[in-house]
């Protein structure tokens, strides 16, 4: 299914009932909406409506030339728009990495359209980045981003068939990876998903304020780019309802090591 709005055409996967609430589903970097596949069919059997959409940068028809493009707040703006699309009201926002972060945002700025958060790997923006500020453990893990901003990450990306995009994936299941790694071989692709990186500013984080609606926050403790002080930081940023859930063992790319255990804490939330 193909969403035409804000002059731009975003690839969606839509499952489960028409009639059933939305579950917006965001994926992250370096992947696309395929991430939430086995997320997605036990949401349905529930009587959920699955909207996963790859984001501004992923899907051919929607990628703006411009960095400034990709400012957290266009990439949530493409969100209302589809839920504006698809007659949505309020959805269950579901995100994962750079799609924690906009589901973040949504539920801050949009509390209004969002009737629940669930987030993966990536805590609450503040959290982040006074972690970044403060803790060292944290500034190590994100060093990868100050490369990322750089004009010859591509460069570097792409040399020997994508190998350091596929180191990117320690931890996921290894029948994953190439159904991510492929895609991100197109330099036009990989190129909008490092613009999101480029755009970010100090004020994406340390500015949004806390999330007032039910919150359910999924971090792993062997996640090798979110330690343990942002993690736990995240609680500090919510005034609703909030579940911390802490995966003992498992990796950074949560939907796809444990997508049933995933589906469970956001039907605890949206069923």
Request: charged share 25%.
């Amino acid at each position: 299914m193909k969403f035409d709005v804000r002059g731009l055409t975003f690839d969606a996967d839509v499952d489960g009932p028409a009639d059933g609430p939305v579950v917006l589903l965001l994926h992250g970097f370096p992947q696309h909406k395929g991430e939430w596949d086995l997320v997605t069919p036990a949401l349905g059997e529930a009587g959920l409506r699955t909207v996963a959409f790859d984001q501004r940068g992923y899907s051919p028809g929607a990628r703006p030339a411009e960095v400034e493009a990709y400012r957290i707040g266009e990439c949530a703006a493409d969100a209302l728009a589809i839920l504006d699309e698809l007659g949505a009201e309020r959805a269950h926002i579901v995100g994962h990495d750079w799609g924690a972060a906009v589901a973040w945002y949504l539920a801050v700025r949009h509390p209004d359209r969002t009737a629940t958060l669930t987030a993966l790997s990536v805590p609450h923006l503040a959290a982040f980045g006074r972690a970044l500020r403060d803790d060292g453990d944290q500034r190590d893990r994100s060093s990868y981003m100050d490369f990322f901003r750089t004009p010859e990450a591509e460069d570097v990306l792409l040399e020997d068939d994508g190998l350091r995009i596929r180191a990117m994936f320690l931890g996921c299941p290894e029948a994953r990876v190439d159904r991510y790694v492929t895609p991100m071989l197109d330099r036009d692709r990989l190129t909008g998903g490092l613009n999101w990186y480029r755009a970010m500013t100090h004020g994406d984080f340390g500015r949004l304020g806390p999330v007032t609606v039910p919150t359910t926050f999924l971090w792993s403790n062997e996640d090798i780019a979110i330690g343990r002080t942002a993690a736990e930081a995240c609680a500090r940023h919510v005034t609703g309802e909030y579940a911390f859930v802490e995966l003992d063992g498992v990796s950074h790319w949560i939907p796809d090591a444990v997508p049933e255990r995933v589906a469970a804490e956001i039907l605890k939330r949206a069923a």
